[in-house]
Structures are given as C-alpha cells and as structure tokens.
C-alpha cells in the first residue's frame, strides 16, 4: 500500500484530499487511479487508511476506511544535535535520522562550520521534503521536529533534560559512547551532539561540557560527520532505543 502526507487530516473524517507534491507522485509517477488502495499520514501520529474515491485536476480524494496512530514510534525521545554540513549532506542526514526514529532534529553553527545561505526558507523546505519520503518509506507517522538553525551555545541550553552527549574526536578526554549509555533510565530522553566538517574546537568541547555533556567516542577511526551521526544515532537506539 502506497503511503502518502496530508497535514490536512482530520481525525474522524470520512474523506482526505492529496494534494501539492503528493498528489504529482500519485498521478505522475505511480499512476494510481481511482480504487487504489493507499495510506495518508499527517506527520503527527495520525495515519488512515482507504481507496481513491475520485481524481480532480489538482488532488485526489480518499475515501477513509480505516485509522492508526503511534505506528512504528521509537518509545527513547531522541533528539539529534549536527551541526551544519555543506551540499545537500543535512537532507542526506534528516533522512537517515528520521529512519532511525529521532524526534528532534537541530543543525547549529559553529567557528568551523560554512554559513546558511540567503536561501534558508528554501533548505527549510527541502530538509522537511528529506523527512517526509524517509517517513513514507520507513512506515512512520510522526515527522521529527526540525528547527531553526542557531548557534551551538544557544543550541546546547535549548537541549532539554535527560542524558547529553557530544561526539569528541582525537586527543581529549572521552568515554565511550556505550558505556555513557549504560545507566540510562527507561523514560529519559537523549541528545547527541555531532560535529560539522571541521569537527569541534576545544572551546566547543568546554561550552558543552559546561551545559552538562558528556564527551563520548564511538570508535577509533575519525569519520565524516553525516558518517558520524548515523553511527551514534544507530548506537543510541541499540542500547537504549528500539533497534535490537
């Protein structure tokens, strides 16, 4: 059953519309038509199910018959804090995160990351874009939470509670990531910090350390920081997640 967002889903409803994107892909590229089955979710937790009932000019409407919620949700809160990357490398990490069940998602700045362009409601479109085919594809209903860029000192004192560690690499003090992990309570809630290119400075390290964060590593061998968030996120949902 092909999966499709709508933020325009109504619990109780009787009838969805696809429109935008969504409804282009339908028509378009997998040619559905009326009486195909498919699923519509809202990125909120809401997801029905049920068939084309009619093709309009610029949308479809589905006929509901049938509703789930909570699919497929990591029970760990579990927030990722990148910093900002070049290219098209923060999709590419949106997209990996959102499968990996993270609930947040913040890029910062740093010293030694390259400045948003003057385009950033436009990255703020594409980045939602990322999440919302990785959310189709990985059975989601709820989209991770992707907010604005800040810098990292004001990013790391918007974290939240819980457990917060930052990814250090080469010389400093660290633990591994695994064994910061070990006394995590059930409920509590995760944040990651992860390095840009350039990775963090020193002073980087002590803002953070100041604002509670535990320096971990994740292995030996310095990797990209897309490489890198994947890794811990992967890590942080086998030991304390819903990976098994």
Known sequence: MRRF??????????AVRISGDEFTHLKRVLRLKQGDPVAVFDGKGLEVTGRIAAMEAGYAIVSVEGTTTNRLESKRRVRLLQGLLKSDKPEFVIQKATELGVAAITFFTTSRT?????GA???????????IEAAKQCGRTRLPEITPVAALKDTLKESGEGIKLILRE????????????????????IAVAVGPEGGFSAEDIAIAEKAGFIAVSIGPRILRAETAAIAALSIIQCEAGDLQ
């Open 170 to 189: 080469g010389e400093g003090k660290t633990i591994p990531i695994k064994d910061a992990l070990k006394n995590a309570v059930p409920d509590s809630a």
């Open 114 to 118: 390259v400045p948003i362009s003057n």
């Open 121 to 131: 409601k436009t990255k703020g479109t594409r980045w939602k874009k990322a999440a």
């Open 5 to 14: 967002f709508s933020e325009d889903i109504t619990a109780g409803a009787e």
